[in-house]
């Protein structure tokens, strides 16, 4: 369902975890780089990959209810792996407008990789999803897909946007997870199955021994979004993007450079 045309334009709402979801923002903004945008970050909950589905599946779907009342949005993007392989159905069965979903990058994956074996890195909650069995079994079913839970290259990426220097030892340990597999040595393409992963693609290249094709659904994501408001008439210009935390202001202040480069200038607290 496209949004509807006739009312004012509210913004486009990103929620994650933390500032992995920039990476989805990022693509989005390239085809509408006017859109108002809220972008949500529950740093109290983090990190989703640890916690049972039962506690994703009432958390997630209650802060989003929150952030709709207050915001008021057009769309509501869950730009978090995780959060989308567990709850995406939840969310959308209690929100009246349109919710897009980020999953695992297995089709294009299947369709890029020469040698048959895929690497897929995402969060403990991700690997172990039935969603990531369907997909293999619906669009690699002859390829070899091998997972490996990875949850500190969250932390990598967090600390990448603060502007410090990621450990390299997380980054190798990750590679490592999935090379040391049966078949690893064969990995020609990686699925970046948690949207913090992308930001650190290139310490991920540079841990590798080849080249990797590496893959993440951020641009189908944003061209989904783009189509959903196809209809919709944006701001000539852009305005100041709103960052909510569920966290403490105060833990931002690392983060301002990053935020202010992604037109995310006003802070507030859930």
């Not at 929150?66 to 869950?78: D, K």
């Not at 990995?187 to 650190?200: G, S």
Request: glycine share 8%.
């Amino acid at each position: 369902m496209k949004a509807d045309k006739t009312r004012s334009p509210g913004p486009l709402l990103f929620f994650d975890t933390g500032v992995g979801g920039l990476s989805v923002l990022r693509e989005a903004k390239k085809l509408l780089p006017n859109a108002p945008i809220v972008y949500a970050a529950d740093y109290a909950g983090m990190p989703y990959g640890m916690k049972s589905e039962d506690e994703l599946s009432t958390r997630i779907p209650l802060l989003l209810g929150r952030l709709v009342e207050r915001y008021n949005p057009m769309l509501v993007t869950i730009a978090c792996n995780t959060a989308s392989t567990v709850a995406l159905d939840v969310v959308r069965s209690v929100l009246d407008i349109s919710v897009v979903g980020t999953v695992p990058a297995v089709k294009p994956a299947s369709q890029m990789t020469k040698t048959g074996v895929i690497g897929l890195l995402g969060t403990q909650a991700t690997i172990r999803q039935p969603y990531v069995d369907r997909l293999a079994t619906e669009f690699a079913p002859t390829k070899q897909l091998l997972r490996f839970g990875a949850p500190d290259l969250v932390h990598a990426a967090e600390a990448k946007l603060r502007g410090e220097t990621p450990d390299q030892k997380i980054i190798d340990a990750a590679v490592a997870g999935l090379i040391r597999q049966r078949h690893g040595n064969d990995i020609d393409t990686v699925i970046l199955a948690c949207t913090h992963f992308p930001l650190v693609q290139e310490e991920l290249q540079k841990s590798f021994v080849r080249d990797i094709q590496f893959i993440d659904g951020s641009q189908g994501i944003a061209r989904r979004i783009a189509h959903l408001t196809a209809e919709i008439k944006w701001p000539e210009a852009p305005e100041n993007g709103v960052f909510v935390t569920t966290g403490s202001l105060a833990e931002l202040k690392r983060y301002r450079k990053t935020l202010n480069g992604f037109g995310l200038t006003e802070l507030e607290v859930l």
